[in-house]
């Protein structure tokens, strides 16, 4: 069965598609500046020529539409024709508290994820501008829906719940819902099959740090905890978002600077973070470069980010009374071993011991980085958030036939 999976943005929309006989990527691309003047489209066959291609594309119908004739065209193409495409696993980033898992799309989980508007104002509706365009372009063919949230949904009250006015709960559902539950659930399953162990038996503590960063405690394989919070602003120093802090700077800041919420909400998510203590990028490769230089404000911003990333392990062993694998993924996670280092430097006191050899190997596939005496289990897999989103859909597809 082919499969494409597509992550649609207000502005972009990236697709892979999947053989899911070997799931194996066919091939996969990204849509750039739709609804501007001049939109990108780049194609990545697998063993062939990227190609891009520049022209006017004013929504995601179109977008869809430029996508499938790559797919199908003579000379960049990988199927003949798009009747090969038997289903569409669709990234959404908000399943509030209806979706534990991905669903099959009808009319009423459309109408339910439009409900949700008002949770992920900015990625909920590009989400729905996505199933209705693969709707149009490829009618009859089955759409699924996977949520960063469903993973999440595991938490138990006490975890989710704010410590606020309950009747903020029963209004609004203002609560704990989490994010990247894709990636933490399908590194904390990949980290289980590496070690040969059942999942059941393990407490995991997955760090996802990329631009967005959150940690998740997966205890007997369901999330018992997770850094981010109502928003993907809680938790974690970020590339641009603060993580947490106390509330109240909100309210005096507003107040001190007369800033509006619109302004204050893009300080916090936009200009924060590594950004504003480094004040030079919010990319963690000029951070360790200007900390291994030196440069006093870079040196700040590492060291906040390492200390905030270690306190979360700490309390996540904590929360699940014990540690026996802690993985590292996504960007940052994959690829600096001086940020996986210098964590699991001050985590001696958990029985963590890294192989400062082997953490400094690079390889895109999952491996161990603690040593043989380590009483942790140290291991970065890289993560595969559409492959999570392919087997879902698959499956949700095979289930409902
Ligand atoms: P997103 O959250 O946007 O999906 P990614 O998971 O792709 O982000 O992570 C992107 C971030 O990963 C970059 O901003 C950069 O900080 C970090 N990164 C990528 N490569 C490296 C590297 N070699 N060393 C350190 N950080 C890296």
């Known amino acids: 069965m082919k499969v494409l999976v597509i992550n649609a943005g207000s502005s972009s929309l990236k697709y892979q598609l999947y053989d899911m006989t070997d799931e194996t990527v066919l091939a996969k691309g990204l849509v750039e500046r739709i609804g501007m003047d001049s939109s990108i489209l780049t194609h990545k066959p697998t063993g062939k020529e990227e190609v891009t291609e520049v022209s006017e594309i004013l929504e995601h119908t179109t977008a869809i539409r430029k996508v499938l004739e790559k797919l199908t065209d003579k000379e960049h193409g990988v199927l003949s024709s798009v009747d090969e495409i038997q289903a569409v696993g669709h990234r959404v980033v908000h399943g509030g508290e209806t979706f534990k898992g991905s669903a099959l799309v009808t009319p009423e989980v459309k109408a339910e994820i439009r409900r949700l508007f008002d949770l992920a104002p900015l990625h909920n509706p590009p989400a729905i501008m996505g199933i209705n365009a693969a709707e149009v372009n490829m009618p009859g063919v089955p759409n699924v829906v996977a949520f960063d949230t469903a993973f999440h949904q595991t938490?138990?009250?006490?975890?989710?719940?704010?410590?606020?006015?309950?009747?903020?709960?029963?209004?609004?559902?203002?609560?704990?819902?989490?994010?990247?539950?894709?990636?933490?659930?399908?590194?904390?399953?990949?980290?289980?099959?590496?070690?040969?162990?059942?999942?059941?038996?393990?407490?995991?503590?997955?760090?996802?740090?990329?631009?967005?960063?959150?940690?998740?405690a997966v205890k007997g394989g369901v999330s018992v905890d997770t850094s981010m919070g109502l928003t993907p602003l809680e938790g974690l120093m970020m590339g641009t978002r603060s993580g947490d802090l106390d509330p109240t700077?909100?309210?005096f800041v507003m107040n001190k600077e007369e800033l509006s919420i619109s302004e204050v909400n893009s300080m916090l998510n936009k200009h924060s973070g590594l950004l504003a203590i480094s004040g030079s990028s919010s990319d963690m490769r000029d951070i360790t470069d200007g900390w291994e230089a030196g440069k006093p404000n870079e040196t700040l911003a590492f060291e906040m980010y390492e200390y905030r990333l270690r306190k979360y392990i700490g309390a996540y062993a904590a929360a699940m009374n014990g540690v026996d694998v802690i993985v590292f993924t996504a960007g940052v996670g994959e690829n600096s071993?001086?940020?996986?280092?210098?964590?699991?430097?001050?985590?001696?006191?958990?029985?963590?011991?890294?192989?400062?050899?082997?953490?400094?190997?690079?390889?895109?596939?999952?491996?161990?980085?603690?040593?043989?005496?380590?009483?942790?289990?140290?291991?970065?897999?890289?993560?595969?958030?559409?492959?999570?989103?392919?087997?879902?859909?698959?499956?949700?597809?095979q289930e409902s036939k």
Do not use: W
């Open 249 to 251: 700077v909100v309210t």
């Open 337 to 397: 071993a001086i940020v996986r280092e210098k964590t699991c430097e001050n985590l001696s006191y958990l029985g963590v011991e890294l192989d400062k050899e082997l953490n400094k190997v690079r390889s895109g596939e999952p491996r161990r980085i603690s040593t043989p005496n380590s009483k942790v289990e140290v291991l970065v897999i890289p993560t595969n958030e559409e492959l999570m989103i392919a087997r879902d859909t698959l499956q949700i597809v």
């Open 155 to 216: 938490m138990e009250e006490k975890v989710y719940l704010y410590p606020i006015p309950k009747v903020l709960y029963k209004k609004h559902r203002i609560r704990r819902y989490g994010a990247h539950g894709t990636s933490h659930q399908y590194v904390s399953r990949v980290a289980a099959e590496f070690l040969n162990r059942p999942i059941e038996e393990l407490k995991i503590i997955t760090c996802h740090i990329g631009n967005g960063a959150s940690l998740t």
